[in-house]
């Protein structure tokens, strides 16, 4: 209706005349030339009714939820898919499973690479839209809910008139360590930059985490740190909050006062000796001349206090991320994450010996994404395939803490509705 806002109510019948277009893949009648008429009322339609089979799991090249665009529907029991975010929006499913990255290219894929089905029985609910509602859920809260179905954002949403809703709240910290345990933590902590205005707050949230959630361990290894202050200021609110239960030091690699810096680095508990950091392959170049590390990879080699001193090596790495792995900078991006891997692999293959762990944000699922398998070149593991092979060099292959945990437990991020491993 452009700048004039329509005077009508839910409930009104309507004469409307126009031209009816895709915009955004949403299914609306362009202003130009509109005429509407209210000519009476009526009662609403009886809403369509989604359940675990509609929208189906199976991807089409018209989504169904295509054919309740701009209706009216309701549903029992769906399952929010993750947290709500601060603008009150979430994800939903009635498929009774929860949704999770699965390996390839997305649906409709690429000829020749692993496909994955984009889990179309995930759609978003905005609760501000109608009802200027912002509610704070954990995944797993259940809703039941009666509003209208849109799309917004390349994404299906669905704008509740009602709804109802029971918590479930999953979160829990890690075990204590037992006598004689050492513990290895890792965590992206999303540009702590100093200059930031919750910087102080973030600092406080961090902490907590560190040591309710992730138990204090003796060697924790950082992502996305500005500069090696913002690890002394992280220490100094470590000991303002728990005095008696820490004692790290702080290790990391250049980064700058101000500007957007993501450095890796460590806190290391002093209790481990001969503690050295070192940056590794700074310099390398990719096969066009660029720079391979952006975030040159971070070793970490130390002794744990037994008797004789047991060394440990910890290599913490932030890769290329997938942004822009479909586009106009996909044959770059998918260059440099595939080369970076293989130089990360060398890394690996010759640290084989020296009790080695590889940590950090690899920018990776834990499978091929269809385009570049970065996750398997590293860890040796047999590869589903890639557009650019994996190539054989981690020999023996790692062992996979994930692996470890059971299945509903094995991700450490959620995008889109959809839970992964990148970290």
């Not at 609760?127 to 200027?132: C, E, I, M, S, T």
């Not at 440099?336 to 690996?348: C, D, G, L, T, Y």
Request: aromatic share 10%.
């Amino acid at each position: 209706t452009g700048n004039n806002t329509p005077q009508v109510s839910v409930g009104d019948m309507v004469n409307v005349s126009g031209l009816v277009v895709e915009y955004e893949n949403l299914t609306e009648f362009t202003s130009q030339g509109l005429t509407y008429e209210v000519v009476g009322t009526a009662d609403l339609p009886e809403p369509i009714v989604l359940d675990n089979n509609f929208p189906s799991m199976d991807p089409q090249l018209i989504p169904e939820l295509e054919r309740v665009e701009g209706m009216l529907v309701q549903f029992e029991n769906a399952t929010t898919t993750a947290p709500t975010t601060n603008d009150g929006k979430t994800y939903l499913t009635l498929s009774g499973e929860r949704p999770f990255r699965e390996p390839g290219v997305a649906y409709p894929g690429q000829a020749g690479l692993p496909l994955w089905d984009g889990n179309p029985e995930v759609f978003q609910a905005d609760f501000r839209r109608l009802l200027n509602e912002n509610p704070d859920w954990y995944t797993g809260t259940t809703v039941t809910a009666t509003g209208v179905m849109s799309y917004s954002d390349y994404r299906y949403v669905f704008y509740p008139t009602t709804f109802i809703h029971e918590e479930n709240i999953l979160e829990e910290a890690v075990r204590q360590k037992e006598d004689g345990e050492v513990s290895l933590g890792c965590i992206n902590v999303y540009v702590l930059d100093s200059g930031h205005s919750d910087y102080a707050v973030r600092l406080e949230k961090l902490a907590k985490y560190i040591i309710e959630s992730m138990q204090s361990p003796d060697i924790i290894a950082f992502q996305e740190v500005e500069r090696i202050q913002v690890l002394e200021d992280l220490i100094d609110e470590l000991e303002s909050l728990y005095p008696q239960q820490t004692d790290y030091d702080a290790y990391l690699f250049g980064g700058s006062s101000s500007g957007f810096s993501i450095r890796n680095g460590y806190l290391v508990n002093n209790s481990l000796t001969n503690v050295s950091v070192t940056q590794l392959g700074e310099f390398e170049e990719m096969s066009t001349g660029d720079n391979l590390h952006g975030r040159p990879p971070l070793l970490l080699e130390a002794d744990l206090a037994t008797i004789p001193p047991t060394p440990i090596s910890v290599l913490n790495i932030h890769l290329r991320s997938l942004n822009g792995i479909t586009g106009g900078d996909q044959d770059y991006v998918r260059l440099k994450r595939h080369e970076a891997a293989v130089s990360v692999a060398h890394m690996i293959q010759e640290r084989q010996d020296q009790n080695l762990f590889v940590v950090g944000d690899y920018n990776a699922f834990e499978f091929s994404d269809g385009f570049v398998d970065v996750f398997n070149q590293l860890s040796g593991l047999p590869s589903l395939g890639a557009e650019y092979p994996v190539e054989d060099i981690v020999d023996p292959p790692l062992i996979y803490q994930n692996e470890l945990l059971p299945d509903e437990e094995r991700y450490s991020y959620v995008f889109r509705g959809n839970a992964q491993t990148l970290d």
